[in-house]
Protein backbone atom coordinates (compact mmCIF):
# COMPACT_ATOMS: atom_id res chain seq x y z
CA UNK A 1 0.00 0.00 0.00
CA UNK A 2 1.37 3.62 -0.69
CA UNK A 3 2.39 5.80 1.98
CA UNK A 4 2.25 9.80 2.08
CA UNK A 5 3.86 11.32 4.83
CA UNK A 6 1.43 13.79 6.36
CA UNK A 7 1.29 15.17 9.98
CA UNK A 8 -2.14 16.88 9.60
CA UNK A 9 -0.83 20.14 10.15
CA UNK A 10 0.54 19.42 13.74
CA UNK A 11 4.05 20.76 12.85
CA UNK A 12 2.25 24.47 12.04
CA UNK A 13 1.28 24.18 16.14
CA UNK A 14 3.75 21.80 18.05
CA UNK A 15 7.37 20.18 17.65
CA UNK A 16 8.49 16.61 18.07
CA UNK A 17 6.29 13.32 18.16
CA UNK A 18 3.60 12.21 20.18
CA UNK A 19 0.85 9.76 20.31
CA UNK A 20 -1.49 11.85 18.79
CA UNK A 21 -2.47 9.43 15.78
CA UNK A 22 -6.91 10.11 16.52
CA UNK A 23 -6.57 13.93 16.11
CA UNK A 24 -3.89 13.77 13.40
CA UNK A 25 -6.38 11.08 11.45
CA UNK A 26 -9.49 13.32 11.69
CA UNK A 27 -7.89 16.55 11.19
CA UNK A 28 -6.38 14.58 7.73
CA UNK A 29 -10.00 13.41 6.77
CA UNK A 30 -12.05 15.79 7.35
CA UNK A 31 -10.00 18.97 6.10
CA UNK A 32 -10.49 20.83 10.17
CA UNK A 33 -7.28 22.60 11.00
CA UNK A 34 -5.12 20.39 13.32
CA UNK A 35 -5.29 22.86 16.36
CA UNK A 36 -9.74 22.79 16.11
CA UNK A 37 -9.57 19.58 15.95
CA UNK A 38 -6.62 19.00 19.36
CA UNK A 39 -9.24 21.55 21.01
CA UNK A 40 -12.72 20.01 20.25
CA UNK A 41 -11.19 16.51 21.48
CA UNK A 42 -10.14 18.06 24.67
CA UNK A 43 -13.15 19.24 25.34
CA UNK A 44 -14.86 16.08 24.58
CA UNK A 45 -12.58 14.63 27.24
CA UNK A 46 -13.95 17.00 30.08
CA UNK A 47 -16.97 14.76 30.45
CA UNK A 48 -15.37 11.58 30.13
CA UNK A 49 -15.40 9.44 33.45
CA UNK A 50 -12.57 7.66 35.14
CA UNK A 51 -12.75 3.58 36.00
CA UNK A 52 -10.92 1.16 37.65
CA UNK A 53 -9.69 -0.11 33.81
CA UNK A 54 -9.64 3.67 32.38
CA UNK A 55 -7.03 5.45 34.65
CA UNK A 56 -7.08 9.03 32.79
CA UNK A 57 -9.32 10.91 30.51
CA UNK A 58 -8.36 11.52 26.42
CA UNK A 59 -5.84 13.86 26.03
CA UNK A 60 -5.14 14.73 21.93
CA UNK A 61 -1.44 14.69 22.21
CA UNK A 62 -1.01 11.49 24.45
CA UNK A 63 -4.13 9.78 23.00
CA UNK A 64 -7.67 9.30 22.85
CA UNK A 65 -10.23 6.68 23.87
CA UNK A 66 -12.38 5.60 20.45
CA UNK A 67 -15.68 6.55 22.68
CA UNK A 68 -14.65 10.11 22.73
CA UNK A 69 -13.26 9.90 18.64
CA UNK A 70 -15.96 8.53 17.68
CA UNK A 71 -18.83 10.96 19.50
CA UNK A 72 -16.68 13.42 17.62
CA UNK A 73 -16.92 12.19 14.00
CA UNK A 74 -20.48 11.60 14.48
CA UNK A 75 -20.74 15.08 15.16
CA UNK A 76 -19.17 15.79 12.16
CA UNK A 77 -21.51 13.26 10.34
CA UNK A 78 -19.36 10.61 10.02
CA UNK A 79 -20.60 7.05 10.05
CA UNK A 80 -18.80 3.85 11.21
CA UNK A 81 -18.69 0.68 9.25
CA UNK A 82 -17.19 -2.61 11.07
CA UNK A 83 -15.32 -4.99 9.69
CA UNK A 84 -15.08 -7.78 11.91
CA UNK A 85 -17.35 -9.61 14.05
CA UNK A 86 -16.68 -11.61 17.55
CA UNK A 87 -14.88 -14.66 16.56
CA UNK A 88 -14.66 -13.84 12.99
CA UNK A 89 -11.09 -13.25 12.71
CA UNK A 90 -8.83 -10.96 10.48
CA UNK A 91 -11.46 -9.99 7.60
CA UNK A 92 -9.70 -6.78 6.40
CA UNK A 93 -6.26 -5.68 6.33
CA UNK A 94 -4.56 -2.40 5.23
CA UNK A 95 -4.18 -2.99 1.83
CA UNK A 96 -5.76 -0.68 -1.20
CA UNK A 97 -7.73 -3.85 -2.76
CA UNK A 98 -9.09 -4.44 0.73
CA UNK A 99 -10.61 -0.93 1.12
CA UNK A 100 -13.27 1.19 -0.39
CA UNK A 101 -11.82 4.39 -2.36
CA UNK A 102 -12.62 7.44 -0.99
CA UNK A 103 -11.35 9.19 2.10
CA UNK A 104 -11.52 6.67 5.04
CA UNK A 105 -10.09 7.07 8.95
CA UNK A 106 -9.36 3.38 9.79
CA UNK A 107 -9.10 1.85 13.35
CA UNK A 108 -6.33 -0.26 13.94
CA UNK A 109 -4.77 -1.76 16.97
CA UNK A 110 -4.04 0.66 19.08
CA UNK A 111 -3.73 3.39 16.46
CA UNK A 112 -5.86 5.43 13.68
CA UNK A 113 -4.87 6.55 10.17
CA UNK A 114 -6.57 7.92 7.37
CA UNK A 115 -6.88 6.40 4.05
CA UNK A 116 -7.46 8.42 0.90
CA UNK A 117 -7.90 6.66 -2.01
CA UNK A 118 -6.05 3.65 -1.02
CA UNK A 119 -3.07 5.52 0.01
CA UNK A 120 -2.15 5.96 3.60
CA UNK A 121 -1.69 9.30 4.92
CA UNK A 122 0.16 9.45 8.17
CA UNK A 123 3.48 9.83 9.78
CA UNK A 124 4.74 6.33 9.29
CA UNK A 125 3.89 2.84 6.98
CA UNK A 126 1.16 1.56 9.70
CA UNK A 127 0.37 -0.94 7.07
CA UNK A 128 2.62 -3.48 8.79
CA UNK A 129 3.32 -4.77 5.14
CA UNK A 130 -0.14 -4.76 4.53
CA UNK A 131 -0.66 -7.49 7.12
CA UNK A 132 -2.39 -4.85 9.66
CA UNK A 133 -5.97 -6.18 10.21
CA UNK A 134 -8.58 -2.98 10.06
CA UNK A 135 -11.46 -3.33 12.41
CA UNK A 136 -13.10 -0.58 11.23
CA UNK A 137 -13.29 2.59 9.48
CA UNK A 138 -15.19 5.63 9.08
CA UNK A 139 -16.62 7.31 6.34
CA UNK A 140 -18.56 10.11 5.02
CA UNK A 141 -21.51 9.82 2.49
Known amino acids: MEFN ?3 GGRSKY ?3 ETGDCVTR ?25 IGKRKKKISN ?30 CQVHLKANELPK ?3 ICR ?3 HFTCVIDGVINDTYDCSREEN ?4 GYYYKD
Do not use: P
Open 5 to 7: FND
Open 132 to 135: RCVY
Open 25 to 49: AIAIATGVDYLEVYKELNNLAKSER
Open 108 to 110: LTR
Open 60 to 89: SRTGVYRQTAEKYLESLGWKWKSCMKIGTG
Open 14 to 16: FKG
Open 102 to 104: GTI
